[in-house]
């Protein structure tokens, strides 16, 4: 009996969260344009460039890191392994649709 219950606790609180696959909509306040990069690691690597001013001086280096620039409004479905606060995504509408990669939930209008 306890483990109908527990079970049962688990399958409701799951309901609650939404389905990863759920279509999630792109943009945050303020941005037009939201950066999908090619993983955590291209990211990381970008934001570093970027604190040090090199997006100003040469772009290519942090444009290299992305795999797409998708547009505020765009749909994306959350693939692979979502983490606590960034989500790996695949664009289904849209000029980019079509493209993988990685964003912060910030990005998300879940």
Same mark, same amino acid.
């Given at each position: $009996?306890?483990? #109908?219950?527990?079970? &049962?606790?688990?399958?409701?609180?799951?309901?609650? /969260?939404?389905? &990863?696959?759920?279509?999630?909509? /792109?943009?945050?306040?303020? $941005?037009?344009?939201?950066?999908?990069?090619?993983?955590? !690691?291209?990211?990381? !690597?970008? #934001?570093? /460039? *970027?604190?040090?001013?090199?997006? !100003?001086?040469?772009?290519?280096?942090?444009?290299?890191?992305?795999?797409?620039?998708?547009?505020?409004?765009?749909?994306?479905?959350?693939?692979?392994?979502?983490? /606590?606060?960034?989500?790996? *995504?695949?664009?289904?509408?849209?000029?980019?649709?079509?493209?993988?990669?990685?964003?912060?939930? !910030?990005?998300?209008? $879940?």
């Amino acid at each position: $009996m306890r483990r #109908l219950m527990i079970a &049962a606790a688990l399958v409701t609180a799951w309901a609650g /969260l939404g389905r &990863a696959d759920d279509p999630a909509l /792109l943009g945050r306040p303020g $941005m037009e344009q939201i950066y999908v990069w090619l993983n955590y !690691e291209s990211w990381s !690597e970008g #934001l570093a /460039l *970027i604190r040090a001013g090199v997006h !100003e001086t040469d772009p290519q280096m942090v444009i290299r890191l992305l795999a797409c620039i998708a547009k505020k409004g765009d749909h994306a479905v959350i693939v692979g392994r979502p983490s /606590l606060a960034a989500k790996t *995504i695949l664009v289904i509408d849209g000029a980019h649709k079509g493209c993988r990669g990685f964003v912060t939930d !910030e990005d998300l209008g $879940m």
